[in-house]
């Protein structure tokens, strides 16, 4: 009885584990995490984790169980459903670590990031700054010319937009 107490609380404190893995949508690790915490409870249902010193004689009280008891079946058809999530989750984690490397440095950003691009949107430069394309393929006007000595000014004083607009 206690046995199977301590299992069925190992099986609850590894599912919350993983619901919380879960929850951080690393869903491949939660799928593995809740394959190993039904384990525990699977063995119990099972009967095959209290035969500890009594082996020769409950060998055979265990085949006896195995055919007339439904716990014992459930307890099979929980470890086959660990066994089941272990292996999509090895599958789903082998796939999004291949689709990780096969994607291209520019195009994995992380969420929420910007990539930078040569043109910024007009709330980033300011009503002034946004009226002129910004890029390289710009060319300075006729009246920037003199003051300006390349293109380059031109490139740093986006970046200055941007610096104070952020308050740096």
């Known amino acids: ?88 989750g090895r599958v789903a984690g082998r796939h999004s670590r291949r689709k990780a490397r096969e994607a291209p440095r520019g195009a994995a950003t992380p969420p929420g990031r910007a990539v930078a691009s040569g043109t910024a949107s007009a709330p980033a430069l300011g009503s002034a700054a946004a009226a002129t394309p910004a890029g390289p393929e710009r060319k300075p006007s006729a009246g920037k010319q003199g003051q300006a000595s390349g293109g380059d000014a031109d490139d740093f004083s986006d970046i200055e937009a941007i610096l104070k607009k952020h308050g740096i």
């Open 1 to 88: 009885m206690l046995t199977t107490t301590v299992c069925a609380a190992l099986s609850a404190a590894g599912l919350a584990v993983a619901f919380l893995t879960a929850f951080r949508r690393r869903f491949a690790a939660a799928l593995r995490i809740a394959a190993f915490s039904l384990v525990p409870v699977g063995l119990a249902m099972s009967g095959l984790i209290g035969l500890g010193g009594r082996i020769g004689t409950a060998v055979g009280s265990w085949a006896a169980d195995l055919v007339l008891k439904p716990t014992v079946w459930a307890g099979f058809a929980v470890l086959a459903v660990a066994f089941v999530l272990y292996v999509v």
